[in-house]
């Protein structure tokens, strides 16, 4: 039987745009709520490095089930280098614009380089040191990186750069550990910090196999197998690929959009980590009909065009009353950049405008095997309950829910996958 | 060699009525502290839902080690339904009294439905939709189901119903994505919501295959691989089955009660989450003597009589001078309905009066493969001890200890399983 | 491939002592911060249990990233006894000095005991039943055990004692439980609890075999399903073995000392829990060079001698508005008896004087397969990362980072695994 499971994170759109009369226009939602919990925008989002080569923000989030994540928006200019850091967290990225290579060591002594460009998502481990340098085209656009850190672990941040590492030891301790002179140690500890990117120029290629540095690169970490003479270009080494939410065949595809949904199942590299990865292209006037994610809680980044987004609250048992449980409906405007974000079982519903398609990238938490749950359309769940008890659901007639459930057979859904 | 551990969650008895004359009556039990933590009454539930067609109580539990739990005691009359509900945590139940039907979709596409009578138990796991009918015979008693949810990822409550999943989207969000009318979504807006019990009129057989709806039962949810023409009764599926504690042989029996405890290992239904079920029958004046749960907190509640509940706090450590650990002995009367909670490691006796059994059925959190610690008895963890390392463990001489320990080597347990 | 991983838990020295002529004193370390979260004193340990007969001590550590952790430093004079005691959580222990008997009861039926020495290390499981009984030659050193209990889930203590858990019931019950009469169990409660550690003369051989209870000692949980007449001294059985970190060939061995670490992939006995176990012995004048454990946080105890310790703040991204993270870097002189704490992935340095010799043990805690991360020497991650870049990383000049990094291809380090 062909896993279809995974690779159906979405499934099903609701063809809306031609049905009815009344075109959705953004004017229409202009009513949403700036600081409510699912929106955040562009805007509020924390500076945290800026240079001339690029520029880090980030906004942190608490999903209330599994704990905190921690997103940053990466941009480096071309030519840029983005210094290397020690992650302490499991980090999954997006690339959003560009082009650029990520280089990286893992703790247990494994050392590779990818080729990223528009589309691209990658993993890198907790305990992992990596660096990402910009093509050097200065007529390309911008590197564009969306990643999340998953933090529940890290209570000092995502990373820490090299300097930071090394720096916090004593001279004596520098002097004695590196075994260099005093003179070397007040070099490094007197100089300023350097930003988190910088301008870096690319080297020939028959460089960087030319020096010693790379005979070891291999060895680097303990642990390590491999003799000191091996050179760096491993050539019994398969090359490693990212995967392309673009160019790969999206999950369901028809006139209302697309989307494509990745989880550890579809992409091995994403193994050792809860999170998965989706994206969703609505063209105008289209919606993402109202469904549920039974597994996690997603965290989505708008990348083009805006939307609206509606998120409901499942109903609340009364709470205790020493804590009671506050959950409200809320329905808001997303533009580009801005993040919204929906829990667990929280039935929510993406909207397009008339005059745009509406994208949004999103990384979706504690993803095993995941089934968006729908509510309308030719896959809704309430198409498994009988007509009769799905009437006294809703304290209606069976015409009515005839009329709600009934119509649907003709949803342009495509189930090739 | 036979799998014995996995069944003998409760083991041994001590047989104290026909020994001692001073026989227990509930008035030497007047003591006990209401308040007080491992207690909560019947009478202190909170009713949660209220209708003609029956009720809903509940109450929370924090049990320190694992997290929350939150209880349901669920009445329905005859030829009543409980409305379908998303669950958002894992389910495990008990049937009290009556008969009934519950049937279910789960979030991967799986349906089913499964009757049920006294003494049955079975887990429904998060993200399943299900709803239970009662048996339609006037004469019959309710059907009450006693039900833990294992919440402690389900910040928002163990469940919604469909409507508040529905009726929480815009107006135009509803039209868009069922396709219906303005009327239709004034209609299910428009009325008052149904309570969470209603009465229900059962169908006949024949009805229930008849209808479209039906067929696309089994296709409901995204991901499955049926086929559109398949029938609701599906022929090749083995019927699913409960597990009861009342009629399946018990793990212990003689003279004074019964014993029987279920984990995933005794019962396929109960994988996937970490709670076990278990049934105590202790005959007029008996005792359930002196035992520890190793493994994780009892939950439980009486379902007939009354009885004598002791709980002693296992010696604490000097805690933290900024955070002493408070840790009180506790004995208390239950009743029918008041539910006792016993934690982790802490020493429990149950004993029931001189005039009547006293029965109680409980969850316990955390188990993997239990073996309840007893202090007493031909299975005493004191007797694994040297008598002269027992003696100094009491400060007292070795006779005291020999007599402790020493005459239980006729204790009626049936070791037969 | 050989599987050194597991093995290679430390993993390199730096030669400092001989290359530098101010040689490091324990005076040019008086700068420490005595209250800082990394260090605790020797003197600051709470005193939970004091008798002629031996001490115990104990520490509670916060890691913050997994949970509590409680140390308990126990001392027994020759021939005494640890009375027995159930334990809550699992535990892992190190035997300092001295020699003794560790018999216990398992949960599942499983008893063993185990003849420990001075460097074993062993791990007892939540659950289990156990005493220590030490070597009665009186011109024998003490038996000094440092034991790691795993508490997270362990609101209520590591372990109680066998009188705690029944001498909290009533009278009554515990008549009827034990079957005995009111006379013993007033002696039972009437008399003064005893310390946690009391005298005790060790019977022969042949008398532990000759009574009743030893028979019984196999059968005394439930599910056991020895027969009644095995005898206790049960030929088919292996002997139980420590690992002993003084013994085992070393992982790391060269002048400036050597190093060994255990986690479960090493040492069976060690499965089920998260902890592992290191040892460090730096000759005078030597240090372990910067380095992160990647893994999990380090709780070591200086055995002999003293050193000085730096721990590095990792760089912090801006933390939230509203919760600003706090964290700095640390020095501080460690003596014998003291606890410092190195949380994961913050840089440590440890350094012995010129007069002495610097050993401490340690507990690792969330251990997989762990390679510590080394920032100077042969192995230094930096090694790894192009010249360049590291350059742009410090904002220095190739030449000062080729001198940081390039001057170590002549580390002594024994790659002999």
């Not at 499934?11 to 409510?36: I, T």
């Not at 980030?58 to 280098?81: N, W």
């Not at 028809?254 to 992409?267: L, M, P």
């Not at 095997?369 to 799905?390: C, D, M, T, Y």
Request: glycine residues 8%.
């Amino acid at each position: 039987m062909k896993e279809i499971s995974g690779k159906c994170f979405f499934f099903g759109f609701v063809l809306c745009s031609l049905f009815f009369q009344s075109a959705l226009m953004a004017s229409d939602f202009e009513e949403y709520c700036p600081s409510f919990g699912p929106l955040v925008t562009k805007e509020s989002r924390r500076v945290v490095a800026f240079s001339e080569s690029g520029m880090i923000s980030a906004i942190d989030v608490q999903d209330r089930y599994k704990g905190a994540y921690h997103l940053q928006f990466i941009t480096m200019e071309p030519s840029s280098l983005f210094l290397p850091v020690l992650l302490h967290a499991d980090m999954v990225f997006y690339v959003h614009t560009g082009k650029g290579t990520v280089t990286w060591v893992g703790d247990d002594g494994t050392d590779d380089s990818l080729d990223v460009e528009k589309g691209d998502i990658y993993k890198l481990e907790q305990g992992t040191v990596f660096y990402i340098h910009s093509h050097p085209d200065p007529t390309r656009e911008r590197l564009r990186i969306h990643a999340i850190f998953d933090t529940q672990e890290a209570f000092v941040g995502a990373y820490s750069n090299l300097s930071d590492l090394v720096c916090g030891f004593d001279d004596k301790v520098l002097q004695m550990g590196f075994r260099v002179s005093e003179e070397a140690i007040q070099t490094i500890k007197g100089v300023e910090k350097p930003p988190s990117i910088v301008p870096f120029a690319a080297k020939n290629e028959s460089d960087e196999v030319s020096t010693n540095w790379e005979e070891r690169l291999l060895k680097a970490i303990i642990g390590s197998q491999k003799p000191l003479g091996m050179i760096y270009n491993n050539k019994k080494k398969k090359k490693t690929r990212a995967f392309n939410l673009l160019t790969t065949k999206h999950d369901v595809e028809n006139c209302n959009g697309w989307s494509i949904a990745v989880t550890r199942k579809d992409f091995r590299a994403l193994r050792g980590c809860d999170i998965g990865v989706f994206m969703v292209n609505l063209t105008k006037g289209s919606m993402m009909g109202p469904h549920w994610n039974p597994r996690g809680t997603e965290i989505a980044i708008a990348i083009h065009g805006q939307g609206m987004v509606q998120v409901v609250c499942p109903s609340v048992m009364a709470g205790d009353d020493d804590e009671p449980i506050k959950c409200e409906n809320a329905r808001f405007k997303v533009k580009e950049g801005d993040v919204f974000i929906v829990p667990r079982f929280h039935p929510m519903a993406q909207i397009s405008f008339n005059n745009d398609s509406f994208v949004f990238v999103g990384f979706s938490t504690n993803v095993k095997r995941n089934h968006p749950q729908f509510l309308a359309g030719k896959w809704s769940v309430l198409r498994s309950i009988r007509k009769e008890i799905l009437a006294m659901s809703f304290n209606v007639g069976n015409e009515t829910v005839e009329e709600l459930v009934g119509s649907q057979d003709d949803v342009e859904v495509d189930p090739n996958l």
